[in-house]
């Protein structure tokens, strides 16, 4: 009996211990549904005609599953640009390497503003054809694209240029302060244009969103499984060399 007083405490912390293990395996198991549930639906998404993109009175509710949504825009660009630094390794289109996105402030039909990536240029691009490919079009237009969440920028990235309206996170928001845009009419998201809107010049570059999910939910569920299975084996080790010496003593 002494032996069991002594494994009653281990072996409270370690149900406790293997509970909570357990819980957050299962936990990443549903994320993974999730998140495969999710993807299918945008690889869906982005084939389907395009949808109006959602204006002011649906903001509040726009939430992950809209990222990358199809959308359609009437209006007019404005004056001025920003720049989202980014690197393509395995371009859609000809030009590719280390360059910035090129995001222009986009005024709707209906009076709101919505940031507009136009497309990528390249880092080693010449004054002269910078600026051509920095002219937006004029007049009314309609664009079409994918709709992106804007981003909030973490510890480990680089503090914007605000000199130069260079980005490192697609911060649409902070974006729009540095242009002057009112924050009340600024969509929470941008639109990607689609590669067709490539002017004859070839920049920007349109058509050059990536479409990637960071997908690692089954390798945390097995790892916390992995955990909990440790768990399991070194309690049993513990109360093995708790009651083993117990017995010997009995037999002699």
């Not at 640009?81 to 005024?107: I, K």
């Not at 503003?113 to 007049?139: C, I, S, W, Y």
């Not at 945390?220 to 003593?249: E, I």
């Given at each position: 009996?002494?032996?069991?007083?002594?494994?009653?405490?281990?072996?409270?912390a370690?149900?406790?211990?293997?509970?909570?293990?357990?819980?957050?395996?299962?936990?990443?198991?549903?994320?993974?549904?999730?998140?495969?549930?999710?993807?299918?639906?945008?690889?869906?998404?982005?084939?389907?005609?395009?949808?109006?993109?959602?204006?002011?009175?649906a903001?509040?509710?726009?939430?992950?599953?809209?990222?990358?949504?199809?959308?359609?825009?009437?209006?007019?660009?404005?004056?001025?640009?920003?720049?989202?630094?980014?690197?393509?390794?395995?371009?859609?289109?000809?030009?590719?390497?280390?360059?910035?996105?090129?995001?222009?402030?986009?005024?709707?039909?209906?009076?709101?503003?919505?940031?507009?990536?136009?497309?990528?240029?390249?880092?080693?691009?010449?004054?002269?054809?910078?600026?051509?490919?920095?002219?937006?079009?004029?007049?009314?237009?309609?664009?079409?694209?994918?709709?992106?969440?804007?981003?909030?920028?973490?510890?480990?990235?680089p503090?914007?240029?605000?000199?130069?309206?260079?980005?490192?996170?697609?911060?649409?928001?902070?974006?729009?302060?540095?242009?002057?845009?009112?924050?009340?009419?600024?969509?929470?998201?941008?639109?990607?244009?689609?590669?067709?809107?490539?002017?004859?010049?070839?920049?920007?570059?349109?058509?050059?969103?990536?479409?990637?999910?960071?997908?690692?939910?089954?390798?945390?569920?097995?790892?916390?499984?992995?955990?909990?299975?440790?768990?399991?084996?070194?309690?049993?080790?513990?109360?093995?060399?708790?009651?083993?010496?117990?017995?010997?003593?009995?037999?002699?």
């Amino acid at each position: 009996m002494g032996g069991l007083r002594k494994l009653l405490i281990p072996a409270i912390a370690a149900a406790i211990g293997l509970a909570i293990l357990l819980n957050l395996g299962f936990w990443q198991l549903n994320r993974l549904e999730w998140k495969t549930d999710l993807i299918a639906q945008v690889e869906d998404g982005i084939g389907k005609p395009p949808v109006a993109a959602p204006g002011p009175a649906a903001w509040d509710a726009i939430g992950e599953s809209d990222d990358y949504l199809h959308v359609v825009l009437e209006g007019a660009f404005l004056d001025g640009n920003t720049f989202y630094y980014t690197a393509l390794s395995d371009p859609a289109g000809p030009v590719g390497g280390p360059g910035v996105m090129v995001y222009a402030p986009f005024r709707t039909a209906d009076g709101w503003t919505v940031f507009v990536n136009r497309g990528f240029l390249p880092q080693d691009l010449a004054a002269e054809p910078r600026q051509q490919a920095l002219g937006v079009p004029k007049g009314n237009v309609q664009v079409t694209g994918l709709l992106r969440l804007s981003e909030k920028p973490n510890w480990t990235t680089p503090e914007p240029n605000a000199e130069d309206r260079l980005w490192f996170a697609r911060d649409t928001g902070a974006m729009g302060d540095v242009l002057g845009l009112d924050p009340g009419s600024l969509a929470p998201y941008s639109v990607d244009l689609n590669a067709e809107a490539t002017p004859a010049s070839g920049l920007p570059q349109a058509g050059e969103t990536l479409v990637r999910f960071k997908n690692d939910h089954l390798g945390y569920a097995l790892t916390w499984f992995g955990l909990a299975a440790t768990l399991v084996g070194v309690f049993l080790a513990y109360a093995a060399s708790v009651l083993w010496p117990r017995k010997q003593d009995e037999g002699a």
